[in-house]
């Protein structure tokens, strides 16, 4: 294949988020329930990430490998760290409810 990715960890990421995030929701279903849709989800929204990630960013640099790992190696950092600034936004946003 001679592609170069090191944005799968990104794929990993905004997959167990989606997942995470589904489980919240059904909070008061059962674990069973809750644990199989979380799964589905995170294989749907990670798979999706991932072929949006090829056919955007990867596919137009398939005979550049310096771009493709220059893309890839940017990449691998942004859904994390938007992951994190939703987190930290939705507990501050508790916090401040609660108290």
């Not at 991932?50 to 190696?73: D, F, N």
């Amino acid at each position: 294949m001679r592609v170069l990715n090191f944005a799968h960890g990104a794929f990993f990421t905004v997959a167990a988020y989606a997942g995470w995030s589904a489980s919240r929701l059904l909070a008061g279903s059962a674990p069973e329930v809750r644990w199989a849709v979380a799964v589905l989800v995170a294989i749907a929204i990670g798979g999706a990430f991932a072929a949006l990630t090829e056919v955007l960013l990867i596919r137009p640099l398939y005979s550049r490998h310096v771009g493709q790992v220059l893309v890839t190696w940017a990449w691998r950092w942004r859904p994390s760290r938007s992951c994190k600034a939703v987190s930290a936004a939705t507990r501050s946003r508790s916090r401040c409810r609660s108290g």
